[in-house]
């Protein structure tokens, strides 16, 4: 049986893209994205809200460097990867990351 590794984020921007050119040349854009679920259906406030890494690359990390901004609904579509890196303490840190292979800007937010 083969396996599947896929994710499909639908969400608005919590910042402005951030771009960077790594030692190779290559183009990385870091963004993140929320997400909103109601956790109780009789209570409007009762959101949750879940903060999704995404990195972009090549074209599409320089497409949403140009086109999108803090706010603006995107759907991102991709495969779900582990960063892991020791902080300046030393300290051993991991996070869920989203490889955006699709970005779709979905209009501005009003």
Do not use: Y
């Not at 259906?41 to 890494?53: F, L, M, Y």
Request: glycine letters at 10%; aromatic letters at 4%; one cysteine or more.
């Amino acid at each position: 049986m083969g396996t599947i590794n896929n994710a499909f984020v639908l969400g608005n921007l919590g910042s402005d893209p951030i771009l960077k050119t790594t030692q190779n040349g290559h183009k990385l854009c870091q963004i993140s994205v929320a997400t909103n679920r109601r956790t109780d259906p009789d209570d409007r406030n009762a959101i949750e809200t879940t903060w999704h890494h995404v990195k972009l690359w090549g074209q599409r990390a320089e497409f949403a460097h140009e086109h999108l901004k803090k706010g603006d609904p995107v759907a991102i579509g991709g495969r779900i990867a582990k960063d892991k890196w020791k902080d300046g303490e030393g300290i051993d840190r991991e996070r869920t990351t989203i490889i955006g292979q699709s970005v779709t800007l979905l209009g501005k937010r009003s």
